[in-house]
């Protein structure tokens, strides 16, 4: 390994063939899928020859390498192309969907690293007692109960008994930031499963590193307890942690879309499920380029903090 | 359990369904004959508190639905959706529109009357104005037709105006329209009120449905968000009287819980397509009001009569005595529903509500087998999670059939395509219809050039039937022409029609003027200018 620019940009260009086989794939499944976007318009109304002529309206009589084909000559020009069910660009699909996901995203990863790493280093600290069990043992619960059902409990309790906070994001669509009060509980809903993932890699992660020699001989040149805890021991546990970190973030900007339907926020996973549901194959290609690159991205970002804290842990290229 | 259009709760991820199609269609027209009065407004609006008093002017109504997300557009004529409907009905007018008994009641036509012969239909204007201050005139509603016959377009209601010649139709003068039609069709009318023939102004152009529509109807908008809200104002100029609310908000939720959430909380004012245990559990006293729309859902299984086992009129008979139609209510609707008698739109206009109703009877189903060589009769039942309690309808249904001897193996199909795959495939499939007239119905699948045929019943006879009811100009007799060939349709299939299905709405208990008699797709459902916050 020759420094880490090199690394990354080989890193990049593997990033952009990875991509490029993703939204491959996805339009193979996408063909594979029974009908097509002329049937899904159908709906109810099978009419054979208003099937056909919606078919070739929106040219799904032409091969589909054809399609991709003209589709990827447009991604060159940084055009996605147009939504086969409303014929607006799929780039303000994104955009529109966009949005209401980052709102989601931002504030639980903000809350997210902080919380973990808390809860993570306190167990590890008193690991094998009182306070290592609670907080394990809380963490696996939690763990243990499904986005949705977690969303209707808190719903039930905080919104429509106790009055608290609203129970949906519904009308706020246009203007979600006006209204924070209404991700809260979208946003503990999304934070619930990762925290504990994420705290039980850190503890587990610390709890080696304090048994270690090198945090030993820290101790011995008498550094403090906290120095050795958080600039010693703490890089090496944050190393698997980024990894874990990286694709939390992931599934949160690929829209979560069990909270977006219950909390009615319409981001990037509703635009996906109505995409796939209507065989839009354009909208679909476009969020699959748009994930493909945010995965490739972050876990470029995940390995270079990786490789950044412990070194010796190795990257593969 | 079965809950709402694209929500079962048995499914582990109640997010990931389809969005609800419309149950009905506009038909090759009918309805009723030179009609040229209207019965005023009904006095069956909901009024639970006993507090009916005088419409309160003034508010903002919000109204939550399931929607069609990133995808959805304001142009009238391609309506596809409930909320489509529901916001084309605010801001658009049609010439008429369906009563509670599914007959065509005059909108912006004041009147209609035919020849002698029923092929040329002269239809008069009211005085009616677009948003824009321009009158409604006989210009704007040809063109408004032939865009939607326009043959390179598939919209929705294009199969219905087919009767239609719009080349030799014209304008006799400003609110007079002559509407040539290429065959004797006596319910025109119904061509008029067929879902999605909405009139929009001669000068609309494609690309300004979602920016600046212009309608005649009791709204006009504010903004729109595709999937997820659309303002709409009163508009204090409209024909039929200016609305009593300020605003009008659609807003699109796709869960029924987070519509019933939304409406416990305080979010929305209206929640349409509510399931049967939410009903339940805030009918009596609770936070909400709950309106049940009776009649909506024609629920059924078809028979494809042209293949075995079904090509056998005693195994269609014998698959009619099988069900149990209290029970499937029961199991399928949870019971939010009522009994059907093998006939579609019960208590619509042309019903034939004199056939005894059909009871399960094993013993005979069993003989009527016997008689036709299928006593080992295996069958397999379509089915797929596309419309409320159709994979419920089909588990009761394949536990009742095993009592008389058949065995029915239920297949489960996408709910992206169920509606094209049973078209032509399988023999059995579970089969749902919205409200429509009856007439709609026939034409639409049960002739032999019916574009949606999915039993395949084709009988030149019956055809014959179908065209002499379109000839004859007394209703009367024309009532009985109808009832001949709902009693062939009651003696021998195809449709095994066992129940329909409540519509369900939840309203905020201060929600006062919603029409509780009119099934989804009529005129007085999700009417929103009638409808005042106390």
Known sequence: ?317 | MPSDERTTTATPFPGLHRRGFLAASGAAGLGTLGLTGCAGPSDTRADVDGEAGRPKRGGRLRAAFAGGGASETLDPHLSNLFADAARAKALYDKLADYGADLSAQPRLASSWEPNRTLDRWKVSLRAAVFHDGRPVTAKDVLHSYRRIADPARTFRAKASLEPVDLAASRALDARTVEFVLKRPTAEFPNVMAAFGAYVVPATARDGDFDHRPVGSGPFRLVSFAPGRSTVLRRNDAYWDGAPHLDELEFVVANEESARVNALLGGQVEYAHELNPATARAHEDGGRIRIVRLRNSAMQSFAMKTDRPPFDDRRVRQALLLVADRAELVKGALSGAGEIGNDLFGKGYEYYADALPQREQDLGRARSLLRQAGADDLRITLDTSPVAAGFTEAAAVFRDQAARAGITVEVRTGSKDTYWKDILDAGTLCCYRSGAMPIESHLSQRLLTGSTTNATKWRHPDFDTLYQQAQSTRDPRERAAVYSRMQRRLHTEGPFLIWGFADWILGTARTVRGVERQAPANTLDWARFDKVWLA
């Open chain 1, 1 to 317: 390994m020759s420094g880490p620019l090199p690394w990354a940009a080989r890193r990049l260009l593997l990033g952009g063939v990875q991509t490029a086989a993703v939204v491959l794939l996805v339009l193979a499944l996408t063909e594979a899928l029974p009908g097509d976007a002329a049937v899904a318009l159908a709906g109810d109304q099978p009419d054979p020859e208003r099937i056909e002529t919606v078919r070739a309206a929106l040219h799904l009589d032409r091969p589909p390498h054809e399609r991709l084909l003209d589709w990827s000559a447009g991604l060159l020009h940084g055009d996605l192309g147009v939504s086969l069910t409303s014929g607006r660009p799929v780039a303000s699909y994104l955009g529109d969907g966009f949005g209401p996901t980052l709102l989601l995203a931002v504030p639980t990863v903000v809350l997210l690293v902080p919380a973990a790493v808390g809860l993570g280093v306190l167990a590890a600290r008193h690991q094998g007692r009182a306070v290592d069990r609670f907080v394990s043992a809380v963490l696996l619960g939690l763990y243990a109960v499904p986005e949705f059902a977690l969303g209707v409990l808190l719903v039930t309790v905080f919104a429509l008994r106790l009055g608290w906070l609203p129970p949906t994001a519904v009308g706020y669509g246009t203007d979600l930031p006006a209204h924070p009060a209404a991700l809260v509980l979208p946003v503990l809903v999304l934070l619930a499963r990762p925290v504990c993932s994420l705290a039980r890699l850190i503890r587990a992660g610390m709890a080696d590193a304090l048994a270690s020699p090198y945090v030993a001989h820290a101790s011995r040149h008498g550094l403090s307890g906290a120095r050795v805890r958080y600039a010693h021991a703490l890089p090496n546990a944050l190393a698997p942690a980024a990894q874990q970190l990286a694709r939390t973030i992931d599934w949160l900007l690929c829209g979560v879309v069990v909270v977006e339907a219950l909390f009615v926020i319409p981001g990037l996973g509703t635009v996906l499920m109505n995409a796939v549901a209507e065989r839009d194959v354009p909208v679909v290609q476009g969020l699959a380029v748009v994930f493909g690159v945010a995965t490739v991205l972050l876990n470029l970002g995940a390995d270079l903090v990786t490789h950044r804290f412990a070194p010796r842990a190795g990257v593969a290229a």
